[in-house]
């Protein structure tokens, strides 16, 4: 054998040792998992096999041969089966020492499933045992669901109207507070009610107490964990003065405006100095509520009342502050995850800029309004802000962009907002799931260079609001409803039939979510949504989010706060508004809804006659009908 065949010998036995090795200790891990694993098992017996068989010949290396090159091409070999890895990561495979690393990336180099992204670690000794759920409606709903994962119980507490919510029927306890909408307010009540049934926590999901610093300090008295941030970091965050004074010491943009008014006098002060048109906003505010634009000095006597009457009823303080109004801004929002460790990341942006009276109506992630360049600026300045005051948990820092892309800080909210789930969708995250595990002490096991955005999504907020009567919000009893479903579609609601719409809380009954491979068909997929949703009973917003998905102006992402005037969306609506008159197949179901509910109520037991089940099929299948 000549010197340069027996190097090519002893280097491929000194690389066979080890790999012999390996494979044999491999095969016996997955033969003792093979009654949980046998596809796993099978294939890595399958693959190590044949690539030990069959390598590849490579002259190069032939002629100069050294272990390294070996297991490079070894890497090639295995990438060349598994599609769905790259050689970097086989070559992570044959140097990570850990069988657990390696079947699980091997499981992942055989299928074309995506791993659940879990952007927090958290011992189960730390995590909850059992939470309180203060909030009603979907996020209520949400929040049992996503304990439900986790493995915690829930206790749900209610109002009379209530009682029979999904929220209520899925949680593993419940609790009734009495009657009126403002029972989700008392504090007292609900944290009594959580040292009574042993909760280890209470999510505050968002709108009623999410914000109320008097309750996260009551949390805090009391040693039960309020999944939010501490009372000091919402008390500062929360008071927008405050909030803005701080962001300034940063060197973060803000927009011009004052403290606290301390009267209607020093509103007309402040107006003149800063210059026409202002806004009024509620200094323990958010959700556009006490928010008013005052265009000249006659129309400020009138809307400071209605803004303090309004802040007043909303937030239980009725104090304002006034800023400089950017006209026809983008109202762009940052998604944050802050453990208690002081580690922080984003994970992207949404555009929220289609808004009627400061309300939210269609919300996007990713804005198509930012570049990369921006996206990383304005991205960095929201994690700026979050550290310096100490924040964690999940929050958004939300910003203005003006008609020359320049940002402004407006405002943070310190709690999960409403339109959480379209970051869900292109993040692939569950951040109701983050947000408790961040509560109960976990750490953050992802770098701001891991998150990955991936596609886009749509949100459109359907309210029980009629479109073509100034959105009057509307009441009644749901005789039909049937979600649409397909690729990509995702609907948030505790809405079913028979659900009963209540006058005494928020007009919002289902968040309807589309996920596309990019912003268009993230667009034509809600555009087809929209016309498959059916909710009878009750006008809903729906009319006026088809009008607004099929306007160029959104379609070419054109969108600011003006949308809707700039595009005449209200006008177009007006002119497509349909019949009043019922069809008989709606008449029909609204009385045998009617009649079904009068039977339940009154525990009626009479079996129908053979004669009235027949007659009822003939009439619902009747093509004239």
């Not at 209520?168 to 007292?188: C, H, I, M, N, Q």
């Not at 009385?591 to 619902?620: C, F």
Request: aromatic share 6%.
């Amino acid at each position: 054998m000549t010197s340069s065949k027996r190097r090519i010998a002893n280097t491929v036995n000194k690389l066979l040792v080890p790999m012999e090795r390996s494979y044999i200790f491999l095969k016996g891990i997955a033969k003792k998992t093979h009654d949980k694993m046998p596809f796993i098992y099978e294939e890595v017996e399958h693959i190590i096999k044949s690539h030990i068989i069959t390598l590849e010949k490579d002259e190069k290396l032939m002629h100069n041969p050294d272990i390294n090159g070996f297991g490079d091409l070894i890497a090639k070999n295995f990438a060349k089966k598994l599609p769905n890895l790259t050689e970097k990561q086989v070559n992570k495979i044959i140097k990570e020492k850990s069988s657990e690393t390696f079947l699980n990336m091997l499981a992942k180099g055989l299928t074309n499933i995506e791993e659940e992204k879990e952007y927090t670690k958290v011992s189960k000794k730390k995590l909850f045992k059992r939470v309180l759920i203060a909030n009603r409606g979907e996020i209520a709903l949400r929040i049992v669901r996503a304990c439900r994962e986790l493995g915690i119980e829930t206790v749900m507490v209610y109002s009379k109207h209530d009682k029979d919510t999904l929220a209520v029927r899925f949680a593993d306890k419940k609790y009734p507070l009495g009657e009126g909408s403002k029972t989700y307010l008392d504090y007292k009540k609900i944290i009594k009610i959580a040292k009574k049934a042993r909760c280890d926590a209470i999510h505050p999901g968002y709108g009623f107490l999410s914000e109320n610093t008097d309750f996260a300090k009551l949390c805090e008295k009391r040693k039960i964990k309020l999944i939010g941030p501490t009372s000091s970091s919402m008390s500062l965050m929360g008071n927008k003065d405050m909030a803005k004074r701080t962001i300034k010491k940063l060197g973060i943009p803000v927009i011009r405006g004052t403290d606290s008014l301390k009267n209607e006098q020093d509103a007309f002060n402040s107006a003149e100095e800063i210059g026409y048109p202002v806004i009024l906003k509620a200094v323990s505010g958010g959700g556009g509520k006490g928010m008013r634009i005052v265009n000249n000095k006659n129309e400020l006597p009138s809307l400071f009342k209605s803004a303090q009457s309004e802040a007043d009823a909303s937030f239980g303080n009725n104090a304002l502050y006034m800023e400089k109004y950017i006209e026809e801004p983008v109202h762009i929002e940052f998604q944050i995850l802050v453990d208690n460790y002081g580690n922080a990341i984003h994970l992207g942006e949404r555009d929220c800029s289609v808004q009627r009276r400061h309300q939210k109506l269609v919300e996007e992630a990713p804005s198509p309004n930012l570049n990369e360049k921006l996206r990383e600026q304005i991205g960095k300045a929201a994690i700026k802000i979050v550290k310096s005051v100490k924040y964690h948990g999940a929050g958004t820092v939300e910003f203005l962009l003006d008609k020359d892309k320049n940002y402004y800080f407006m405002e943070m909210n310190t709690r999960i907002q409403v339109e959480h789930g379209i970051t869900e969708m292109i993040t692939g995250v569950d951040l109701i799931k983050e947000q408790i595990k961040i509560a109960a002490g976990a750490k953050l096991t992802y770098s701001q260079e891991d998150i990955k955005i991936r596609g886009a999504a749509i949100e459109c907020r359907i309210n029980a609001e009629s479109p073509y009567s100034n959105f009057t919000p509307q009441t009644g009893t749901i005789v039909n409803y049937l979600p649409p479903g397909g690729p990509g579609i995702r609907v948030c609601s505790s809405c079913h039939t028979g659900h009963v719409v209540s006058p005494h809380y928020d007009s919002l009954i289902a968040k309807l979510m589309c996920r596309g491979s990019n912003r268009n068909e993230a667009i034509a997929r809600m555009r087809r949504a929209l016309e498959e949703f059916i909710i009878e009973g009750v006008e809903t917003t729906t009319p006026f989010h088809k009008v607004v998905l099929n306007c160029e102006g959104f379609v070419k992402g054109d969108i600011t706060t003006n949308f809707i005037q700039k595009y005449a969306i209200l006008e177009k609506l007006k002119k497509e508004k349909p019949s009043k008159s019922l069809s008989k197949r709606e008449k029909l179901l609204i009385v045998t809804t009617a009649v079904s509910q009068y039977v339940d109520n009154n525990k009626i037991d009479q079996k129908p006659s053979e004669w009235v089940i027949a007659g009822r099929n003939e009439s619902m299948f009747d093509e004239n009908v």
